[in-house]
């Protein structure tokens, strides 16, 4: 038996004959662009994060862009983000004209580290883009307040964290939010999506004018944005996905919960360290179970050979990377984000993943350690 890194098939397997009528009622119509499948999209995305205001576009990288414009964020600016994420984070920020500034991360959760985000704080700083890796929401608390104390507005990047909870309040709650319907992420899409959320009617609606060419009345354009959609038949799948999501997260926490607990058992201790999650995180959403393990090549090979996948989320942290190279910084200067890179994997998880497969994976660990 193999155990897949992700199995989307499953997924699809199980949702076929709900998914498939709605895709030919799209294809009957023809009506691809905007109209009511997005906007009841928007309307139930908004409800389950609890804000009022949601926003499709084309993916959670224009939602960013998108977002960093409606801040009037660009040229001179900068804009802190986290140097271990995925490249979105900071492509954004110099996508839009502006410069990204780093801060390195806490070491246990991943995610920024709200003293080392102050100590990044300029005057030409416009934003602060929290990320909320692998699932886990970011100390969203400390960050708005030390962003607040400077009067700075925060991005939630929420691509990986749709339906996660910091202190209870979800995230896209606390500040503007971005999500991805990637089709890796918790919830995906047949293709790339984006949406988002914020609880401003005035952002909201400037917003909506930016992913539509700026357009304030047909034709009228008050300033310049991009044609930045969510599609029809994106939404479409997605609404019909959205209904299965906490049960999907309840899956997931399912998975996460076996792995900590037996792979834990093995008793590994430093050479495997298994995810932290922060007392602040009260909804983990588990889009990625990375762990921290020592002579991690080797381990994948040995976890490939047992017909085990995984990946390495991610392996270059983004001061590292060659597109960076002029923003000045260099090898040392973000310790914990360069440590993660060289250590981090992440294995197998989604919903469907069954308590055999969960034993391949733990057996596959152990084997390799065994004889270490
Ligand atoms: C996936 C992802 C994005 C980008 O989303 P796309 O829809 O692929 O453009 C941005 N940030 C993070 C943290 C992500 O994981």
């Known amino acids: 038996m193999r155990v897949p890194v992700l199995d989307l098939r499953a997924q699809y397997a199980a949702l076929r004959a709900e998914i498939e009528p709605v895709v030919l009622g799209l294809c009957e119509s023809q009506s691809f662009i905007m109209g009511p499948e997005v906007e009841a999209f928007e309307r139930e995305v908004a409800a389950y994060v609890r804000t009022?205001?949601?926003?499709?576009?084309?993916?959670?990288?224009?939602?960013?862009?998108?977002?960093?414009?409606?801040?009037?964020?660009?040229?001179?600016?900068?804009?802190?983000?986290?140097?271990?994420?995925?490249?979105?984070?900071a492509g954004a920020v110099s996508m839009v004209g502006a410069r990204p500034v780093f801060a390195d991360i806490l070491p246990a959760t991943f995610n920024l580290d709200p003293e080392k985000l102050a100590l990044a704080i300029t005057p030409r700083t416009r934003a602060i883009i929290a990320v909320d890796l692998f699932g886990q929401v970011a100390d969203l608390t400390a960050i708005l307040d030390v962003a607040g104390r400077?009067?700075?507005?925060?991005?939630?990047?929420?691509?990986?964290?749709?339906?996660?909870?910091?202190?209870?309040?979800?995230?896209?709650?606390?500040?503007?939010?971005?999500?991805?319907?990637?089709?890796?992420?918790?919830?995906?899409?047949?293709?790339?999506g984006g949406m988002l959320a914020t609880a401003d009617e005035a952002q909201a609606k400037l917003l909506r004018q930016l992913r539509l060419h700026g357009e304030s009345s047909r034709y009228v354009h008050?300033?310049?944005?991009?044609?930045?959609?969510?599609?029809?038949?994106?939404?479409?799948?997605?609404?019909?996905?959205?209904?299965?999501?906490?049960?999907?997260?309840?899956?997931?926490?399912?998975v996460a919960a076996a792995y900590t607990r037996q792979l834990g058992a093995l008793g590994l201790g430093e050479r495997f360290v298994l995810p932290a999650t922060s007392a602040h995180a009260t909804r983990h959403v588990?889009?990625?179970?990375?762990?921290?393990?020592?002579?991690?090549?080797?381990?994948?090979?040995?976890?490939?050979?047992?017909?085990?996948?995984?990946?390495?989320?991610?392996p270059i942290p983004l001061h590292l990377q060659p597109c960076f190279q002029d923003l000045g910084a260099g090898r040392g200067d973000f310790p914990e984000s360069e440590a993660a890179a060289a250590s981090v994997v992440s294995l197998p998880i989604y919903p469907e993943l069954t308590d055999a497969q969960i034993g391949i994976v733990v057996d596959a660990v152990a084997s390799f350690y065994r004889d270490r």
């Open 52 to 89: 009022p205001y949601a926003v499709g576009c084309a993916s959670g990288t224009d939602a960013l862009i998108l977002a960093l414009r409606a801040l009037g964020v660009g040229h001179g600016h900068e804009v802190i983000t986290t140097p271990f994420t995925f490249f979105a984070s």
């Open 150 to 192: 400077h009067g700075i507005p925060v991005i939630e990047d929420a691509a990986q964290s749709l339906g996660a909870e910091h202190r209870g309040r979800r995230t896209g709650e606390l500040a503007l939010a971005t999500f991805s319907f990637y089709p890796a992420k918790n919830l995906g899409g047949f293709g790339d």
């Open 222 to 254: 008050e300033r310049v944005g991009t044609n930045s959609r969510l599609d029809a038949l994106q939404a479409a799948v997605l609404r019909i996905k959205l209904r299965h999501l906490d049960a999907w997260i309840a899956g997931r926490q399912r």
């Open 286 to 314: 588990y889009n990625q179970y990375t762990v921290r393990a020592a002579g991690r090549d080797a381990l994948r090979e040995h976890l490939t050979a047992a017909g085990v996948g995984s990946m390495v989320y991610y």
